[in-house]
Each structure stands twice: as structure tokens, then as C-alpha cells.
């Protein structure tokens, strides 16, 4: 996505409107890797200029999504997450969180796909689904954890033989 600058620039150039409100939102998604969806990015304009309207964040999402600077995601849980980076890559999505992050694939070229059957692709996009570190790191805790109380976990057989 280009900077808030030129991005200013070129919504005046096509007749757009640039208030302090889009601005915000172009400064808020620039390098912003976190995919946010139109509400979390709603949330966090908020906090930072009460009044900003949900349809002013719709509408610049959908003005940049147009004129080619941002990505549209569908998610996994269905919400459509936005996405600055515009350069060819593909992405990888948490199962338990939800998290969304970039990931590149070399030789996309040389894959091999059947049953296209005269379909001409135009574009491919990849989305490896899964467990992300973090969540991964927090089951295995878990694991650990629940075994070392079935391992240390006293036998109830007190007076059972009385």
C-alpha cells in the first residue's frame, strides 16, 4: 500500500475526498500487518478520534480495495480482513485465534493442479490453516501440564481394604 501521503494525493487526483478521518485510516493500515477487519480497525480509529463513523471506514476500505491498495481476505470464521500488502503472496491462519500472517511461496509456477478442466486461472491464492506459534506453544503447556497430574495424581485407595 503506498504512504498516507501519496495516498492523499491520489484520492484527490480521482476526486475522492481526503478528510483527517481517511487519513487516520491510511496511517492506521499502512505496514499494518495485522489483516484487520473493518470493526477492529473501527475499534482502534475510534480511540483515537471519537466520531469517526463505521461507513467512513467502510467506505475508504472499499476505495482502496478499488483503486488496487489493499487485499480483501476471506477468513476462515467468514469476516473479510483487509490486507496493505499487495505484493504476490499468499497466507497462513491460525484455527484458534484467528491470526492471519503473510507467507510466500516459491516456484507457485511449477505447481501442478488437476481437474481444471478449461477453467483459465487468473490468479491462485494459498491459505495454510493450522495452529499458529503461540496456540501451539499454549496446547503443548497444556499437555505437559495434564500429564504431570495424571503421573503425580495419588492413588484413592486409602481404607479400601478395611
Known amino acids: 500500500m503506498l504512504a498516507p501521503a501519496e495516498l492523499t494525493r491520489v484520492f484527490r487526483a480521482r476526486g475522492l475526498k481526503v478528510t483527517p478521518q481517511r487519513q487516520l485510516l491510511f496511517t492506521l493500515l499502512h505496514d499494518n500487518e495485522t489483516h484487520p477487519t473493518v470493526e477492529a480497525l473501527f475499534a482502534t480509529a475510534s480511540k ?64 501442478r493442479v488437476r481437474n481444471l478442466d478449461g477453467f483459465q486461472t487468473e490468479r491462485a491464492r494459498i491459505v495454510f490453516s493450522g495452529l499458529c506459534a503461540a496456540c501451539l506453544s499454549k496446547t503443548t503447556r497444556t499437555q505437559k501440564q495434564s500429564n504431570k497430574r495424571s503421573i503425580t495424581k495419588p492413588s484413592s485407595n486409602k481404607g479400601a481394604n478395611k
Open 48 to 111: 483515537m478520534m471519537p466520531g469517526i463513523s463505521l461507513r467512513t471506514v467502510y467506505q475508504t476500505l472499499n476505495d482502496l480495495a478499488a483503486m488496487g491498495e489493499l487485499q480483501m481476505v476471506q477468513s476462515a470464521g467468514g469476516s473479510t480482513r483487509f490486507d496493505p500488502n499487495v505484493t504476490e503472496h499468499h497466507h497462513a491462519q491460525c484455527d484458534r485465534c484467528g491470526e492471519l500472517h503473510d507467507v510466500y511461496v516459491d516456484d507457485l509456477d511449477r505447481l
